[in-house]
């Protein structure tokens, strides 16, 4: 049964940090990039952050740079989050998705919700004091 699963949000002061991890069963998870996104309250769905099927190239949305990293470990169908500096701005539901052979897709345009085929049912994630 294909699967996407996230885990790892929670409640964090701001400044704090969290690691976000998605577990992936079912696939061919090796040949597919895999994205971040999250939703907050009230606003469209925002792409992350993206990473290759080799994990050999990211990309990251202008908002999170330099605070967040992406990271994939193939051995363990499991891609990750680390989330640092975080701030009230980034509380939000964070989605994992899957594009199968989305390598372009994601070092050119950066994580588009609209070209991913598979999708996990998010982790909440919420920076508040």
């Known amino acids: 049964q294909l699967q996407l699963v996230e885990s790892g949000g929670g409640l964090v002061q701001p400044g704090g940090s969290l690691r976000l991890s998605c577990a992936a069963s079912?696939?061919?998870?090796?040949?597919?990039?895999i994205g971040w996104f999250r939703q907050a309250p009230g606003k469209e769905r925002e792409g992350v952050s993206c990473?290759?099927?080799?994990?050999?190239?990211?990309n990251y949305a202008d908002s999170v740079k330099g605070r967040f990293t992406i990271s994939r470990d193939n051995a363990k169908n499991t891609v990750y989050l680390e989330m640092n500096s975080l701030k009230p701005e980034d509380t939000a539901v964070y989605y994992c998705?899957?594009?199968?052979?989305?390598?372009?897709?994601?070092?050119?345009?950066?994580?588009?919700?609209?070209?991913?085929?598979?999708w996990g049912k998010g982790t909440l994630v919420t920076v508040s004091s």
């Open positions: 990473i290759s099927s080799s994990g050999d190239r990211t």
């Open positions: 998705a899957a594009q199968h052979l989305g390598d372009l897709a994601c070092v050119i345009a950066g994580p588009s919700s609209h070209v991913m085929d598979y």
């Open positions: 079912g696939f061919s998870f090796e040949n597919h990039a």
